[in-house]
């Protein structure tokens, strides 16, 4: 459906934001304890479905392959708002690392452990 003026002013702000843009990073541990991440876009209506699709297997190719190997999704991880120009940004493994709550908190453990010791 075009977006013009008209059909904006007629649409609720709810409908609006509900077709925005949503970039979601996903949090792939295989059965060996490998850590993956795959970066998406959908939007915010359709998000519910698409991660149900990816946890099925049926998602993508990338998170189907890793549900046949037996890997699961342990979080996931919303950037807003979004675009398909920076979700490609966002989608080699290091960048969604930086970004994903999980390996953010992994980190902010190892380094609490490094830095906090034990008195005698």
Same mark, same amino acid.
């Given at each position: 459906m075009a977006m013009t003026p008209a059909t904006k002013a007629s649409l609720s702000t709810r409908d609006l934001l509900s077709e925005r843009?949503?970039?979601?990073?996903l949090h792939?541990?295989?059965?060996d304890g490998s850590i993956d991440h795959y970066t998406g876009l959908t /939007? *915010?209506?359709g998000l519910k479905d698409r991660l149900k699709s990816h946890r099925c297997g049926r998602g993508a190719k990338r998170t189907g392959e890793a549900k046949a190997k037996g890997a699961k999704? /342990?979080?996931i991880t919303i950037v807003q708002p979004g675009s398909r120009l920076r979700e490609r940004v966002l989608t080699p493994d290091h960048l969604a690392r930086q970004l994903c709550l999980e390996c +953010?908190?992994? *980190?902010g453990? +190892?380094?609490l452990k490094r830095y /906090? +010791?034990?008195e005698p």
């Open positions: 843009q949503i970039i979601y990073i792939i541990v295989s059965p /939007t *915010a209506r999704i /342990t979080r +953010r908190n992994a *980190a453990d +190892r380094a /906090t +010791r034990e």
